[in-house]
């Protein structure tokens, strides 16, 4: 493909620079308009054979979920998306029609979550595809929450259901029929949604004092948000919304409900900290404004008692990071 030629059809499937935008793509830099309000930036990477696998989902699939990893961190600091720059490095087999499906995933996710695409680059690559997106957003100086608020007595609640994303990629790994509650997992999987409407919700109808959101798996995020607070974690294993996708290629597989809910990853649920006396209201409301159950399904302690998972029985065992360790190139 011809550099200038790709370039060119990028334009056309991007469109004109939308509200904010002075230049979009097309020359050497986006030139924004900034906005009322601080700045969020995040940026994420996505290697083929690690992140995903063109065997398993369509690129437009792909670049769907690229690009809602994103999403879900501005979410996450009770911001809202604006802008993005995309890098694709293109190996060989990666045709021109390849990248354009790929944009337009990303083109969806974005644009339903208000973001739109400003730049970026396109570059040849020895090996796969490596994706690489850095999203701007916009959070209201008063409205900014972190992973460092939490305090000894806070409630943990959490949205959606759990599992379902690690569910969908075992049966994807053990070529399970996808169909009915599997095909529900795998789907999970694939298509995951930014809870950007849930985490504003949240703040609108109380004080949550920390949010991570759920990239890396309970077991891990919910040790990040304890690290950065500097505090202890007690969750309930009788409490977790275990979906029923992820119980049902549980049962297939032999596998655990339990340690997929806590080891799964990529699920991009919000996990939150909030004063205890504001969980029944923050659970109507969520569910009046948005549809998505909010569940408890812990405490926050103090950091002396440690980070615990504690059993139907009562009893309590260290809360492990579980999963991916990307920087070690293997699971944990």
């Known amino acids: 493909m011809g550099e200038l030629t790709l370039i060119e059809r990028l334009r056309e499937l991007i469109g004109p620079p939308g509200p904010g935008t002075i230049m979009g793509l097309g020359d050497d830099a986006a030139i924004l308009e900034p906005k009322a309000g601080l700045t969020v930036l995040t940026c994420d990477a996505f290697v083929e054979g690690v992140h995903f696998r063109r065997d398993y989902d369509a690129l437009d699939g792909i670049g769907w979920k690229c690009m809602v990893a994103n999403l879900s961190d501005v979410a996450a600091m009770g911001g809202f998306p604006s802008q993005a720059v995309v890098s694709v490095c293109v190996g060989s087999g990666v045709s021109e029609g390849d990248v354009l499906e790929l944009y337009r995933g990303m083109l969806r996710a974005a644009r339903k979550y208000g973001a739109e ?3 970026g680059d396109v570059v040849s690559s020895d090996d796969g595809l490596i994706v690489s997106i850095a999203l701007l957003g916009v959070v209201d100086a008063d409205r900014v929450v972190t992973r460092r608020g939490a305090v000894p007595g806070d409630a943990l609640v959490v949205t959606g259901e759990l599992g379902g994303s690690e569910a969908g990629l075992a049966a994807l790994m053990a070529k399970l029929p996808v169909e009915g509650e599997v095909g529900a997992a795998v ?3 694939l298509a995951p949604v930014p809870r950007i409407a849930e985490a504003q919700a949240l ?7 920390a949010m991570i959101d759920l990239s890396d798996g309970l077991s891990t995020d919910a040790t990040h948000l304890a690290e950065e607070s500097r505090v202890g974690i007690s969750v309930r294993e009788d409490l977790l919304p275990i979906s029923a996708h992820a119980a049902a290629v549980s049962d297939a597989l032999g596998l655990d409900p339990v340690e997929l809910a806590l080891r799964s990853g990529e699920e991009f649920e919000i996990l939150v900290a909030l004063p205890a006396s504001e969980v029944e209201r923050s659970i109507e409301h969520l569910a009046a404004i948005t549809g998505t159950r909010l569940t408890m399904i812990g405490q926050v302690v103090e950091k002396g008692r440690g980070s615990v998972v504690v059993g139907s029985d009562g009893s309590g065992r260290p809360l492990r990071r ?6 070690l190139g293997r699971e944990r």
């Open 117 to 119: 695409i400003v730049g």
């Open 187 to 189: 789907r999970r999987h």
């Open 203 to 209: 703040i609108d109808v109380g004080t949550p004092h």
């Open 322 to 327: 579980t999963g991916y360790e990307h920087a």
